[in-house]
């Protein structure tokens, strides 16, 4: 059994590999890809789709960190020993932006880094849909890719409420009364988004499960399948 | 003089790889990958870390109202600990309220005039001396002075 695993690494790499078959994956699946012949100037723009993922892959990390002093409730002042104190969303966030050492950095990659990832994102669409790169057999790429624009726009609309901050709020009230204007179910859609009739503390809870949670889940598991997909018929040469 | 071989050795590692453009280029990058790196590790290292952000022990004043009646206590926050105040016939005393075994808050029995610790079941007398159970020391005392009618605790 043991001879049919082969591996070309020797020393640790090795060692791994022939165990998980992990390293020669990687190598050769990640590491090592063909790009196309240069032929204009617009093929440079081939590397947005990878940039994006970059930019996916800081996000995840940023907002690990910011979770470590980030809370998700709606700022409540109480006393403790005739002190005043006040806790929540708000106050996190201040704590994290004006405390916490390098609190202001980790947030301000969260915040820019998703603007340049939605910008990436457009800019790779637009080279996908003017490249033509959405032909057959790459139909699936570009719907997996819609769903997933759609995931980051909610991503950004409900990360932009969990600050608390006046702004994050006016903004989410304006968002999410938009969808009033469907027909029939529009108030009902309103009502689902806020977790009630005005934005509460339920709307916070239900953003932040939204922002952490269930769509980066949904993202990653749309992500492999848009990979694989261009894995398997590999990348469309420019036109 | 240098010769710079044209063809990349197979499996080139140590000076092989980087007498190669792509090797050097490769190896070079990835320093400077590390380097970069390494100081996003410091950044990290700084959000998490607590440093600093203990508080500062200042003395604590306790007036007349505030001070424990005969043979009562009261808890006072002195810096990041918890110090119990008791009256023990007419005299002030002051102890770290940290059991000596496992840092569990002990509690002033007034009736039996000891400190009892919950988490296993451990006995300090009113000087704060283990008298039984687990703990291997007596409470942490902290000092305590009168100025005027003010008892102040802590230095």
């Given at each position: 059994m043991a001879d049919k695993v082969e591996t070309k690494r020797n020393g640790w790499l090795g060692w791994i590999d022939r165990r998980t078959g992990l390293v020669e994956l990687t190598e050769h699946e990640v590491l090592t890809k063909n790009s196309p012949k240069h032929?204009?100037?617009?093929?440079?723009?081939?590397?947005f789709g990878g940039m994006a993922l970059v930019f996916f892959i800081v996000q995840i990390l940023s907002g690990m960190f910011l979770l470590?002093?980030?809370?998700?409730y709606a700022d409540t002042t109480f006393e403790v020993d005739g002190v005043e104190q006040t806790v929540g969303a708000f106050t996190s966030v201040q704590q994290i932006t004006?405390?916490?050492?390098?609190g202001w950095l980790m947030r301000r990659i969260h915040g820019i880094g998703s603007n340049f990832m939605l910008l990436c994102v457009l800019i790779h669409l637009l080279r996908v849909f003017f490249t033509g790169a959405y032909k057959p057999p790459r139909e699936l790429h570009w719907v997996t890719g819609i769903f997933l624009l759609f995931m980051l726009l909610a991503l950004n609309l409900s990360g932009y409420?969990?600050?608390?901050s006046q702004l994050s709020f006016w903004a989410s009230a304006v968002a999410t009364e938009?969808?009033?204007?469907?027909?029939?179910?529009g108030s009902y859609v309103v009502e689902f988004m806020r977790g009630g009739t005005e934005i509460t503390g339920d709307t916070l809870g239900r953003f932040f499960a939204i922002h952490v949670w269930i769509l980066p889940a949904i993202m990653v598991l749309f992500l492999v399948g848009h990979f694989m997909m261009v894995r398997k018929t590999g990348i469309a040469e420019p036109l | 003089m240098v010769v710079i071989p044209t063809e990349e050795p197979e499996n080139g590692s140590g000076d092989a790889r980087l007498r190669t453009r792509r090797g050097l280029i490769a190896t070079v990058s990835a320093a400077v990958g590390a380097v970069l790196g390494l100081q996003f590790v410091y950044v990290l290292g700084r959000y998490l870390a607590p440093w600093g952000k203990y508080r500062v022990a200042r003395p604590v004043r306790l007036t007349k109202g505030a001070q424990p009646d005969e043979g009562q206590c009261v808890k006072v926050k002195y810096g990041d600990a918890v110090v119990l105040v008791i009256r023990d016939e007419g005299v002030f005393k002051a102890f770290?309220?940290?059991?000596?075994?496992?840092n569990c808050l002990v509690k002033w029995q007034p009736a039996t005039k000891k400190f009892f610790c919950a988490c296993h079941d451990g006995y300090f007398d009113r000087n704060g001396v283990n008298i039984a159970g687990p703990p291997p020391s007596p409470l942490l005392t902290v000092e305590t002075t009168m100025d005027g009618d003010d008892l102040v605790v802590g230095t």
């Open positions: 032929r204009a100037w617009y093929d440079y723009t081939g590397c470590v002093y980030y809370v998700p004006a405390e916490e050492p390098m409420l969990l600050p608390w938009s969808p009033g204007a469907i027909p029939w179910v | 770290n309220g940290a059991c000596t075994h496992l």
